[in-house]
C-alpha cells in the first residue's frame, strides 16, 4: 500500500465516521430500527471491501 493510498484510506474512513452520528439520528428520527440499520451499514461495509480487494487482488476472492 502506498503512502497516497493509505491517507486516502484514512481520510475516507475519518469522514465516514464523522457523518456516521448525523446519519443515525436522521435515520431514527425517519422511523429506522437499531437492527435495521446495523444491517445496512454491514452490507454496505461488505460491498465495500469487497470491491476494495476486487481492485486490489481479484484472486484473493476466489473460492477453492
Do not use: N
Not at 19 to 26: A, D, E, M, R, Y
Not at 35 to 61: T, Y
Request: some cysteine; overall charge positive.
Amino acid at each position: 500500500m502506498t503512502r497516497r493510498t493509505a491517507l486516502v484510506a484514512v481520510i475516507t474512513s475519518a469522514a465516514c465516521f464523522a457523518t456516521l452520528g448525523i446519519l443515525t439520528k436522521w435515520a431514527y428520527a425517519h422511523g429506522v430500527e437499531p437492527i435495521s440499520l446495523l444491517a445496512v451499514r454491514f452490507g454496505v461495509a461488505a460491498i465495500v471491501m469487497a470491491v476494495a480487494q476486487a481492485v486490489r487482488d481479484p484472486r484473493g476472492l476466489r473460492v477453492s
